[in-house]
């Protein structure tokens, strides 16, 4: 798994990796040097990188950065990877983007426009980074809980299905990268089904009501 930016969900996915057996390959914007620390707490099957080094790193690559940092983005050594995009627009941090102002675009499709041969899947983009980390739980039980992924190549969501079963998640598939509005910012099924932030531990969802939360959105 290569990681293209290192914040709090990146770190955290990398940490579900490293417990399930995947090495992780972590980068962010500031140098390799900067997460040192954070490769040797994750253990021998976390290093860190420079970008472009994570992204020919991995079978998989999750990018997990601010929207407006996506022409920074390395293309080239994603060409024909499955590529994780868990990115949000928000203006505020992001300025005005008007293809997402408009609405013409996703933010995955714009994603796209700058690596255009990756193989993207929108994922993890609706949940709390430590909602993320305490709901985690083995196949087969009673109350695992589902995340929405969506995109447009069935090998891309075969590889990432198996990377979040591996994780301690099912998977409830929303359709395309276009459709992949229904799970942006402020949806119904982006953050609230999972509890408050107030509450840590959050709550286990199903799929009945993550798909519930796919079909009320409205655009």
């Known amino acids: 798994m290569g990681f293209i930016g290192s914040g709090s969900?990146?770190?955290?996915?990398?940490?579900?990796?490293?417990?399930?057996?995947?090495?992780v390959v972590l980068s962010n914007s500031r140098g390799p040097g900067t997460l040192v620390d954070t490769a040797a707490e994750l253990g021998?099957?976390?290093?860190?990188?420079?970008?472009?080094?994570?992204?020919?790193?991995?079978?998989?690559?999750?990018?997990?950065?601010?929207v407006s940092a996506f022409p920074h983005v390395p293309a080239a050594p994603l060409a024909g990877k499955t590529v994780i995009?868990?990115?949000?627009?928000?203006?505020?941090?992001?300025?005005?983007?008007?293809e997402l102002d408009d609405k013409s675009l996703?933010?995955?499709?714009?994603?796209?426009?700058?690596?255009?041969?990756?193989?993207?899947?929108?994922?993890?983009?609706?949940?709390?980074?430590k909602h993320l980390l305490s709901l985690a739980r083995p196949a087969g039980a009673a109350?695992?809980?589902?995340?929405?992924?969506?995109?447009?190549?069935?090998?891309?969501?075969?590889?990432v299905t198996e990377f979040i079963d591996s994780i301690g998640y099912s998977v409830v598939d929303a359709g395309t990268l276009a459709d992949s509005w229904r799970q942006a910012t402020g949806t119904p099924v982006w953050g609230?089904?999972?509890?408050?932030?107030?509450?840590?531990?959050?709550?286990p969802v199903g799929e009945d009501a993550i798909r519930a939360a796919l079909a009320t959105a409205t655009r």
């Not at 589902?146 to 075969?158: H, Q």
Request: hydrophobic share 35%.
């Open 85 to 98: 995009d868990t990115c949000n627009y928000g203006p505020e941090r992001d300025g005005h983007i008007p």
């Open 44 to 66: 021998p099957r976390a290093s860190a990188a420079t970008s472009e080094e994570a992204a020919g790193a991995g079978d998989i690559v999750v990018v997990t950065v601010p």
């Open 143 to 159: 109350d695992r809980s589902y995340l929405p992924i969506a995109g447009d190549s069935a090998s891309a969501k075969a590889a």
């Open 9 to 23: 969900l990146g770190r955290t996915l990398a940490r579900l990796a490293v417990g399930a057996g995947h090495q």
């Open 192 to 203: 609230a089904p999972y509890g408050p932030y107030s509450n840590e531990k959050g709550r």
């Open 106 to 129: 996703t933010s995955s499709e714009l994603l796209r426009q700058y690596v255009p041969d990756a193989l993207l899947v929108k994922a993890f983009n609706n949940i709390f980074f």
